[in-house]
């Protein structure tokens, strides 16, 4: 392993961090928000992805190791709160693996216009389940070509989408969400525009992914901050761009439908290109769009496993967890997630079969489960920081500047904000008729934190 340990450089930390960090297949939602997304994109840059990155290249740099957020909420509350993490942590990702997988099919049937039967919809999802379970095998230094791949497509589309969006307004002075004031601009503040707060705080999401690198990489003390700032950066840079290309080409009511290759079709269909190319570029963007998929989840995959493989070492998972390959990587980890992911791909495929509305609710349930249970797993790594400020005296490589009040905001406007979003994910508003509808959802995270206080509590605190 030696060997193998120093892969991992300053320029692979960078393209990882956007990889892990610039989700592809959420730009479409974001840009549903319509124009108020800028008034969300910069107040959330500032009130959360700026704490969050200041705080994991202070934690990631300090305690280095593979546990990595696991680590760190160990250290200040213990190794119930820990396995807390740790569930919500690795639930979630096989979730998203099947999401993923139902995206392909998605992507597939779009850019070749054709309508894919039963079996296909099989082999296309549990393929690339099976193909991302065995991608998550290796070290991420065996693997880095695939997500510096993955990297460079998806700045090269989504930069792409962003400047033609931009180009087709300058030309044609055209957009489906003109701005007309600054009051376009404003949210309402009512809870329907809230509720936006979790897709945009969930495409920040993946930074403490990079401080489990560690092993794999010469200095991970000075290459850790670096590379999430820079990531950062460019991350945020990358999200905006795309993003109002999306708002360019097409209303808010079709941007939550739609995706990215819709968009590039209307961007060139407004430019009077002809439609043999739009189909040529529609078709090569497509297959690039799911590449990125197979690089999020490999670029991810460390990091979760991780995790998981460091609570099953306490406890707090099962212990099957624990299991590593010669190369130190929780094979088992991997196994189960893509074990998990092709069981509810088949049952996706199974109730969409049936037709009927409920069936398929209850499938894309699922997947709004995934995104509370992450979000939830993140809200102790704030405090852990304030706490381990005061009571690890452990030299800090990067140290967070600030006084006592910047830190105390840097630790709980990041919290309160993934509090929020977790709410008005569950409720979009608090009628009962609201309420009634998100129902198996609720019932879902209720039945998840039963399943983390019950392996909490055979775990020892000490």
């Known amino acids: 392993m030696a060997n193998k340990k120093k892969k991992f450089k300053l320029v692979d930390a960078v393209l990882a961090t956007v990889c892990i960090t610039l989700v592809a297949e959420s730009v479409a939602p974001t840009a549903a928000i319509g124009n108020t997304q800028y008034f969300w994109w910069i107040f959330l840059i500032l009130g959360f992805c700026l704490p969050y990155g200041l705080v994991t290249a202070e934690l990631g740099s300090t305690f280095v190791s593979e546990g990595g957020m696991y680590d760190w909420v160990k250290k200040a509350f213990g190794k119930k709160m820990a396995s807390r993490v740790a569930w919500n942590y690795w639930i979630n990702f096989p979730l998203w693996i099947a999401s993923l997988a139902v995206a392909v099919t998605d992507v597939v049937a779009g850019i070749f216009d054709i309508e894919l039967s039963l079996i296909w919809l099989l082999i296309l999802q549990l393929g690339y389940t099976f193909i991302v379970t065995i991608l998550s095998t290796q070290r991420i230094g ?129 430019l009077g290109v002809s439609s043999n190319v739009i189909r040529v570029i529609v078709i090569a963007v497509g297959l690039m769009f799911i590449y990125t998929m197979v690089a999020n989840i490999v670029s991810w995959s460390f990091g979760v496993n991780s995790v998981a493989k460091y609570s099953a070492d306490d406890g707090g998972l099962p212990k099957l967890f624990s299991k590593t390959n010669k190369d130190g990587v929780p094979y088992m980890v991997a196994i189960m997630n893509g074990i998990v992911a092709a069981v509810i791909v088949i049952l996706g495929i199974i109730l969409g079969q049936f037709g009927s509305e409920s069936a398929n609710n209850l499938f894309w349930t699922f997947f709004s489960l995934s995104l509370v249970t992450l979000l939830i797993s993140y809200m102790p790594i704030f405090p852990a920081f304030l706490k381990l400020r005061k009571t690890d005296k452990t030299e800090r490589p990067y140290k967070v500047p600030g006084n006592k009040i910047v830190l105390n905001i840097i630790t709980w406007l990041p919290f309160v904000l993934l509090t929020l979003s977790v709410i008005f994910t569950l409720f979009i508003d608090f009628t009962w008729d609201s309420i009634k509808a998100n129902l198996p959802l609720i019932v879902g995270v209720i039945v998840s934190l039963i399943i983390q206080e019950f392996l909490a509590s055979r775990v020892k605190n000490n």
């Open 142 to 270: 065996e693997s880095k070509w695939i997500v510096n791949i993955g990297t460079f497509f998806k700045i090269g589309f989504m930069v792409a989408l962003g400047l033609l969006g931009i180009y087709v307004y300058i030309k044609t002075g055209e957009s489906a969400n003109p701005i007309q004031s600054v009051s376009d601009l404003l949210p309402t503040m009512d809870l329907a525009s809230l509720s936006f707060l979790s897709i945009i705080i969930f495409n920040f999401l993946g930074f403490e992914i990079v401080a489990t690198f560690t092993d794999d990489m010469e200095n991970p003390k000075k290459e850790i901050p670096k590379a999430l700032i820079i990531g950062g950066a460019l991350m945020a840079l990358f999200y905006i761009l795309p993003a109002t290309g999306i708002n360019i080409a097409m209303s808010v009511e079709d941007a939550e439908v739609a995706g990215i290759t819709d968009s590039f079709a209307l961007l060139l269909t407004s």
